[in-house]
């Protein structure tokens, strides 16, 4: 057997040396474009900032080392330009001195990645604009950002675009981040993005929110930026973090069949149409693991298990891949947001049914000392109550929470299962009712019916625009922030004063995270009054109409 990888990284590495331990004869050749053929990707902009000290530390794996230790062929500098199905060879070019090779194989990987996208901005070649793929691009930037570079321009706030405003913070650089949605990190729902953008701007980060560069022009060793917007940004350096589009050159020439947004397609084996040639990592189509449907997601962890599944089936063991569930984790400074399956703009895209839930609470036992609080946001499918998505965002436990709820995903567990669910419990690690406990509590009393929720988007519709908004809170709370035209009346003397509020319209009641909005309208319910709780309370309310929503 002679298996051809091309690309290495995450996916085309862990292939290579699955495939070793299947099979000790086999011939392994990695055909690896640059200079290092497995690194860190994602602790790039770490480097940058100082907090990964060393460049080698970003280092995954050495041609050496696989050579030595697997025998493994590793060819960095080397580029596939050619697949010939037919033959069954690759043609390489040597990059050193432009020499090429054909390669024979019994079985190709294709795991060639994906590349920054580069938008058709009328300057964007400039020296001083960059892209962050590689080693080279950390190095090109960090040497600029060496030099005493005062203030650094990102385009783009999705995960990439973020970890670098924090890393460029770090560095004492003036940072301001463009973005043409009204959001930070794009792929998550908006409201939930809330603490980030406050995080940036408490940091000293400038956010200009749906708006885009339109030009970019060098004079004097500046680059001026002129917005969409119709300012400029003078800056030194500037970062195009848009996103990523699948590598899918090679395997459009060779004519395998690829998705309408560039991704490979491939089975569950991670077979392209071509039997004899896989693909895994940033360059494949999947499916979505909660919907079935096509799905691209640049993740590490399923490049790397993709890669695994291919050598699996190379080497003749059964191996399927289950779907792709999207599960990612973002840090800026002290605060965490993490997200897995689909999103709530997702399932409108896709037109699929849900309800969700907020809940707000700490992650650990409130009278332990350092009780941080966080916000979990969960989604449901109506009828059977299974999980479809979740994220949470605070400043700690956030993956602790992220990691559970993505494994009840995959177990294709219902909120009903949440309640049940018996995690850990220390004051100082968690609470008796854990906040995934608390999260399957509210669902599923949701999915039963015990009571009805609106959520804060319902208050601007057409059947609760002259309802009664009942701030239940104590005047204390009321007074330090409270929904426009609220009225004050603290649920404990709610029982008494029912004769107040109106009966000829819709009352909702809200707290500050939900639990006294809920027992208000219990309490409002069983006297008569057409009563709703409001999802989540104030807190989430906060979520959707932020102090700080920066635009330009």
Do not use: W
Request: proline fraction near 5%; include cysteine.
């Amino acid at each position: 057997m002679k298996l051809v990888i091309i690309g290495g990284v995450a996916g085309g590495a862990s292939a290579a040396t699955r495939a070793r331990r299947l099979s000790e004869s086999a011939e392994i050749v990695i055909l690896e474009r640059g200079p290092d053929v497995s690194f860190a990707n994602c602790g790039l902009p770490y480097y940058i900032g100082g907090e990964i000290a060393a460049r080698e530390k970003l280092i995954v794996t050495t041609p050496s080392l696989l050579r030595r230790r697997y025998r493994i062929d590793v060819r960095t500098r080397t580029e596939a330009i050619a697949v010939d199905r037919r033959a069954r060879t690759v043609t390489a070019r040597n990059l050193a001195d432009g020499s090429t090779t054909e390669l024979s194989y019994d079985a190709l990987i294709l795991a060639p990645g994906a590349v920054p996208v580069k938008p058709p901005i009328p300057g964007a070649d400039l020296p001083g604009v960059y892209t962050l793929r590689n080693l080279d691009d950390v190095d090109r930037i960090k040497a600029v950002v060496d030099q005493g570079v005062e203030h650094a321009v990102i385009v783009g706030a999705g995960f990439i675009g973020l970890e670098l405003a924090e890393n460029f913070l770090r560095r004492g650089l003036r940072t301001t981040v463009v973005e043409l949605q009204d959001q930070v990190l794009p792929v998550v729902d908006r409201e939930m993005t809330a603490p980030f953008v406050e995080a940036l701007v408490s940091r000293g980060a400038e956010v200009l929110l749906q708006n885009s560069i339109d030009s970019i022009h060098a004079s004097g060793g500046r680059l001026t930026l002129a917005l969409k917007s119709g300012g400029t940004l003078e800056a030194g350096l500037v970062v195009l973090g848009i996103g990523l589009r699948p590598e899918n050159q090679l395997a459009a020439q060779a004519g395998l069949d690829v998705g309408p947004r560039g991704g490979v397609q491939v089975d569950e084996r991670m077979r392209t149409s071509d039997p004899s040639i896989y693909a895994v990592g940033d360059v494949v189509e999947t499916r979505d693991y909660v919907t079935g449907t096509p799905t691209q997601v640049p993740l590490a962890g399923p490049a790397n298990r993709q890669g695994r599944i291919a050598a699996d089936n190379i080497f003749g063991r059964e191996s399927r891949y289950r779907g792709t569930q999207g599960t990612s984790i973002v840090g800026f400074f002290d605060q965490t947001l993490a997200a897995t399956g689909l999103t709530q703009k997702a399932l409108e895209r896709v037109g699929t049914a849900f309800f969700k839930v907020y809940v707000h609470a700490n992650h650990h036992a409130g009278y332990y000392p350092g009780a941080k609080p966080l916000s979990i946001k969960l989604l449901a499918e109506p009828g059977s109550n299974r999980l479809l998505g979740a994220q949470v965002v605070g400043t700690e436990g956030v993956a602790n929470r992220i990691n559970v709820l993505a494994m009840a995903i995959q177990a294709m567990m219902t909120v009903h299962d949440l309640q049940e669910v018996e995690l850990a419990y220390a004051p100082q690690f968690g609470s008796a009712k854990d906040p995934v406990n608390m999260a399957g509590f509210v669902a599923a009393n949701v999915a039963d019916g015990l009571y009805p929720q609106i959520h804060v988007e319902d208050l601007e519709s057409e059947t609760y625009s002259q309802a009664l908004i009942l701030d239940v809170r104590t005047p204390k709370e009321f007074q330090a922030g409270a929904i426009p035209a609220a009225v004050n009346m603290p649920i404990d003397e709610l029982r008494e004063r029912l004769g107040e509020l109106p009966r000829d319209r819709p009352v909702v009641a809200y707290c500050q995270v939900g639990m006294r909005g809920y027992m208000a309208t219990l309490i409002l319910r069983e006297a008569g009054l057409d009563a709703y709780n409001l999802g989540g309370g104030y807190k989430t309310y906060r979520l959707h109409h932020p102090a700080t929503n920066q635009h330009a």
